[in-house]
C-alpha cells in the first residue's frame, strides 16, 4: 500500500462493433470478432498506464532490458511482428504473467525465480505473445462485451468517497482474462514454434509448465492474489500434449546449438525482491509493516493477508470475516467527521460510535451497516485513525449474524494499530533472491531454515530449484534460496 492515494481502475468500455469475421493470423482461419487490430492496439494503450500504476513496475533497468530483449526477437518472428509489442517486469508478489490485445505483455518479478533459465523465460512470453498472436485475449474481450460485462481493472474498495464498495475476495482486484483449455494448448504450441525459431531450447515450455504445475499442487487451492496458473487453465495432460511439439521442434531446428542461458538468467535475477516489497509496505507473518509510512497493524493469526498498491486486505480461513487497511483520500475536517461523511457516502448507516484514542493516535471507531457487492448485507466494525498527516480506514466485515464472533478479531487487530519509529522502520529489509552452493548434508528443510529464516517453506525451496519436494539438493550444485535483507 503506497503512500499515494489510490484511484479508480475502472475503465471505460469500448464500443460494441457489429460482428464481422476476420482472419486469425496464427491459424488462417476466419473467426467472428468484434475488435480490429487498430482496436486491440487501442485498448493495449488504454490499459498500460493502469496495470503499470495499480500493479508497479519494478524498478531494475538492466532486468528490463533484459525482458525485453528477449520478448522482441521471439515477436519479430511471430506472426504479427508489426504490432508495437511492449515487455514489462511488474512490481507484483504473484506468480504471474498475462497478455493484453495489442502487444502489451507482462510477466511478474515473483515469476521470475521459479524460472531455471533463459530458455524458460523465453517459454513464458513466447506462450504469452501467442494468446496475443491467436487474438485470444481479442476473442475473450469480445465474448465478455458480448455478455455486457466489459473488461476492467477493479479495486477492491472504490476510492475517494466510497472506500467499502465494489469487495471482492481478492486484495488485488485484477480481473484477468480467463482463457479456455483449446486456447492455452494452442498458446501453448506457439510458445514452441517462437522460441525454436528464436534458437531457444523449446523444451523450456514444458519446463516451466512443469514447475509451475508443482507450485499449483504444492499451494493447493489458495485464494488471494491471482497466479499464472489460476488465470491460465493447466489442465493434466498439459505437459505430455506438449512433448510431441518439442520433439517437431527440436527435429526442424537440425544439430545446431539450442540456447538455455542459465548463467546469465541468474545473475540478473540474484537479489530480485521476493514477495512483498517494502516500499509498498510487507507482510510478515500476521503482521502487516510499512516503513515509508511507519505503520504496523498486527491481523488475526491465521488470517491470509495480502496486500495491494491501494488496501491490504486479511480474510479468516473458514468464514465470510474480512480485515482492510486503505488511506482515506483527501481529508477534511476531524476524524469523527471524515468517518461519519465518508461511511455515509459510501452508503452504510451507522449504528453507533465515539472518539477516542489508539496506541497515542486520534481515532473515531463506529459500527455500521450497509450492503458490499458480491457479499450482501454486511456489518463494519471501522477505525478512522490519524496518523502523521494521514487518515487511514481499518475495519473489520461479517454477516449481521456473524458478528459477535467475529468482533474480538476485529477489536484486536484495531488496537494494534501503531506507529514504527524510526530505526523499527529502517531495520525492514526485503526478502531477496540468493544464489547459494549446496553442502554436504544440506536438505531443503535446512537450507530453508538457515538461509531464508523460514520465509519460504522447504518444498516451495525445492520447486523454486526445479526439484520435487522429496528430491533432495546435490552437494556442490549451484540453487536460489531467499535470504532477508
Known amino acids: 500500500m503506497p503512500a499515494r492515494l489510490p484511484r479508480a481502475l475502472l475503465l471505460p468500455v469500448l464500443p460494441i462493433f457489429l460482428a464481422a469475421c476476420a482472419t486469425n493470423p496464427a491459424t488462417g482461419k476466419k473467426e467472428v470478432s468484434l475488435m480490429s487490430e487498430a482496436q486491440e492496439v487501442a485498448l493495449g494503450q488504454q490499459m498500460d498506464p493502469e496495470i503499470r ?3 508497479g513496475v519494478y524498478d531494475d533497468p538492466e532486468l528490463q532490458r533484459y525482458v525485453e530483449s528477449i520478448g522482441s526477437r521471439l515477436a519479430r518472428l511471430s506472426e504479427r511482428p508489426e504490432l508495437p509489442w511492449h515487455f514489462t517486469v511488474l512490481d507484483a508478489p504473484a506468480v504471474n504473467a498475462f497478455a493484453l490485445p495489442g502487444g502489451y505483455i507482462y510477466i511478474t518479478r515473483g515469476m521470475l525465480p521459479f524460472l531455471q533459465d533463459e530458455a524458460q523465460l523465453a517459454g513464458v512470453l513466447g506462450h504469452e505473445i501467442g494468446h496475443v498472436t491467436a487474438r485470444h485475449s481479442a476473442q475473450q474481450y469480445t465474448k465478455t462485451t458480448g455478455a455486457g460485462l466489459g473488461l476492467a481493472l477493479l479495486s477492491i474498495f472504490v476510492p475517494e468517497a466510497r472506500p467499502l464498495q ?3 475476495e481478492q486484495a488485488l482486484g485484477v480481473l484477468f482474462l480467463k482463457y479456455g483449455r483449446d486456447d492455452e494448448l494452442q498458446a501453448d504450441n506457439l510458445g514452441v514454434r517462437y522460441t525454436a525459431a528464436a534458437d531457444w531450447n523449446p523444451a523450456g515450455v514444458a519446463g516451466m509448465l512443469s514447475t509451475l504445475q508443482r507450485l499449483d499442487e504444492a499451494r493447493g487451492s489458495r485464494k488471494g492474489v491471482p497466479n499464472w496458473l489460476s488465470t491460465h487453465p493447466a489442465p493434466e495432460d498439459r505437459v505430455e500434449r506438449i512433448q510431441p511439439v518439442i520433439q517437431q521442434a527440436r527435429a526442424a531446428m537440425g544439430k545446431q546449438p539450442v ?11 540474484d537479489g530480485i525482491v521476493y514477495g512483498d516489497n517494502p516500499s509498498e509496505g510487507i507482510v510478515r507473518g500476521n503482521e502487516f509493516l510499512h516503513p515509508d509510512l ?5 491481523f488475526p493469526r491465521g488470517w491470509e493477508i495480502q496486500n495491494s498498491q491501494t488496501q491490504v486486505m486479511a480474510k479468516a480461513p473458514d468464514r465470510e470475516h474480512y480485515m482492510m487497511l486503505q488511506l482515506v483520500p483527501d481529508p477534511r475536517g476531524s476524524v469523527e467527521q471524515i468517518a461519519r461523511g465518508g461511511m455515509a457516502n459510501a452508503g452504510f448507516r451507522q449504528l453507533n460510535g465515539e472518539p477516542g484514542r489508539i496506541n497515542g493516535a486520534d481515532a473515531y471507531v463506529g459500527t455500521y451497516q450497509g450492503n458490499l457487492q ?3 448485507n454486511v456489518v463494519v466494525l471501522a477505525a478512522h485513525v490519524a496518523h502523521e498527516k494521514n487518515v487511514y480506514v481499518l475495519a473489520g466485515l461479517a454477516p449481521p449474524n456473524d458478528l459477535a464472533r467475529a468482533k474480538p478479531a476485529f477489536e484486536s487487530s484495531i488496537g494494534s494499530f501503531r506507529s514504527l519509529t524510526r530505526a523499527q522502520a529502517a531495520d525492514i529489509k526485503p526478502n531477496r533472491v540468493d544464489l547459494y552452493t549446496v553442502r554436504d548434508g544440506d536438505t531443503w528443510e535446512s537450507i530453508a531454515k538457515r538461509t531464508g529464516e523460514g520465509t519460504l517453506s522447504a518444498p516451495t525451496l525445492a520447486i523454486m530449484n526445479n526439484r520435487d519436494p522429496g ?7 549451484r540453487i536460489k534460496v531467499i535470504v532477508t535483507g
Request: charged content about 30%; proline content about 3%; overall charge negative.
Open 374 to 376: 458480491g457479499i450482501g
Open 259 to 269: 540456447e538455455t542461458d542459465r548463467a546469465e538468467f541468474l545473475q540478473l535475477i
Open 294 to 298: 511507519r505503520l504496523a497493524v498486527t
Open 166 to 168: 465494489g469487495i471482492t
Open 471 to 477: 528430491q533432495q539438493p546435490r552437494s556442490g550444485e
Open 53 to 55: 500504476r495499480e500493479m
